[in-house]
């Protein structure tokens, strides 16, 4: 099975769970518990770009097909990955405040670098497909542009942490860790559902489930469910076993009595409250939100009107006196993730910076709203 599954990678190249069903008979569970082990053998990659929640796997070799993946990044990222493919290496330090949170994040395409010159370090970006030749010379171009005899004494890959999410197991497996590409030449290239409320039921009220029967039913139900699969492979199956254990955790099925869902208009919280008197005076509609801290920070995503009609932003909320260009950068990055715009909202007022940030390089992208 795992030489059918690489075959299938090698011909059709990134490939999601749901890609190797059909050939192989497996259902999606079994596929990406397969895919999973190869990615612990690192026998495959895998991306942070993902499709429905669910990221592409892939050989070796084959980083020059995840150009096919790029539809699936954001406008603002789109826009980031065209400018460094075109130019093939950027300096950080030229970068827009907004621009250099979103490079972050193309972590597929955007490899950082630590380049020492002169005895001080300064990072740039490297197009993934560039060659540590053309990433010296351009450098070289960049950095000669200021310095007569700009002395490049290394340039270094920057180790960066990766970010491995549980995805919703519908379809997706638990991410693995993503390899880094360590290269040897002589350039070291370095919502909560918060509870609709049910009107008048008229059902008797379910006492919660005590944990230990809710444990001894998971076990059950998981034993059911891999029942005569004794030949498969240990590994496969452990990891089997614990995408259905966590699916089912998700599940109503083991959470007898859904929470009952909070309208805005009845959220206690008293700085929500502040906010939402504000956003009831500008015909602001909150869709959903989420309170992060107590009286202090929330989250939501609000319906704004406009002359064509009404348009959904993200919005976060924060119960400060004085706001700094991280709050807004951080904000920025989380309605990205959203493919919406930002409306930052709270009591304080911004810093010299964060207002600069705002007008220049945040300019129609988010908004600040004070409360």
Not at 108 to 113: E, G, K, R, S
Not at 266 to 279: C, H, L, Q, Y
Request: with cysteine; glycine share 4%.
């Amino acid at each position: 099975m795992i030489e059918k599954i690489m075959q299938i990678v090698k011909n059709k190249g990134p490939v999601l769970p749901s890609d190797i069903t059909k050939p192989t008979g497996l259902d999606t569970l079994f596929a990406g518990a397969h895919l999973s082990q190869l990615v612990d053998a690192k026998k495959l990659k895998i991306t942070h770009v993902k499709k429905g929640g669910s990221p592409f796997y892939y050989l070796p070799g084959q980083e020059e097909q995840l150009l096919d993946l790029t539809s699936y990044l954001t406008d603002k990222e789109k826009q980031i990955f065209d400018q460094l493919k075109k130019k093939k290496v950027l300096r950080d330090a030229h970068l827009g405040a907004s621009d250099k949170v979103v490079i972050k994040t193309l972590r597929d395409f955007a490899m950082p670098l630590n380049v020492t010159v002169n005895g001080n370090k300064e990072l740039f970006w490297k197009f993934f497909l560039t060659s540590d030749s053309d990433v010296r010379e351009i450098i070289s171009d960049l950095l000669s542009k200021k310095e007569d005899k700009p002395q490049i004494k290394k340039i270094e890959k920057v180790e960066r942490k990766q970010e491995v999410k549980r995805e919703e197991p519908k379809v997706e497996v638990k991410e693995e860790k993503k390899d880094v590409k360590k290269e040897t030449p002589k350039v070291e290239v370095k919502e909560e559902k918060k509870e609709v409320k049910k009107e008048e039921p008229k059902v008797e009220e379910k006492q919660p489930e005590p944990k230990q029967d809710v444990q001894k039913r998971l076990k059950k139900e998981v034993a059911k469910k891999t029942k005569g699969l004794d030949n498969i492979d240990a590994d496969i199956m452990a990891k089997v076993k614990e995408l259905i254990k966590h699916e089912m955790q998700k599940t109503a099925e083991l959470e007898p009595e859904a929470p009952e869902i909070k309208k805005p208009e009845d959220e206690e919280d008293e700085f929500f409250k502040t906010a939402f008197d504000k956003f009831k005076e500008k015909d602001i509609a909150v869709i959903e939100y989420d309170i992060i801290k107590a009286n202090n920070e929330f989250e939501c995503v609000i319906s704004v009107p406009s002359a064509i009609g009404t348009t959904d932003f993200f919005c976060k909320a924060k119960n400060k006196k004085r706001f700094s260009d991280g709050d807004l950068s951080s904000a920025f990055v989380k309605g990205q993730s959203k493919q919406l715009q930002t409306l930052f909202v709270g009591p304080g007022d911004l810093t010299k910076k964060a207002q600069v940030m705002l007008d220049e390089d945040f300019k129609n992208q988010v908004f600040f709203l004070k409360v």
